[in-house]
């Protein structure tokens, strides 16, 4: 599985340096907005992380009924 929750765990502090790099890029050279953009960033990150882990978790409970 491509997505697996332990790959995008593993991949999390790249993850926050990818987010911090983008917010310097995006936005004027302001420590302000480029948090205001950063943050929201990872929180999606951990979002998908938990998305992924409940989605694992429910294919998984689908391949124990099916045995």
Do not use: H
Not at 12 to 30: N, Q
Not at 32 to 59: F, H
């Amino acid at each position: 599985q491509f997505l697996s929750p332990e790959w995008l765990i593993a991949k999390r502090r790249y993850m926050m340096v990818i987010a911090f790099i983008l917010g310097a890029l995006l936005t004027p050279p302001d420590v302000l907005t480029q948090l205001l953009l950063a943050i929201p960033l990872i929180g999606l990150y951990e979002v998908a992380i938990v998305y992924s882990k409940w989605r694992n978790s429910k294919c998984l409970d689908d391949v124990k009924l099916f045995r």
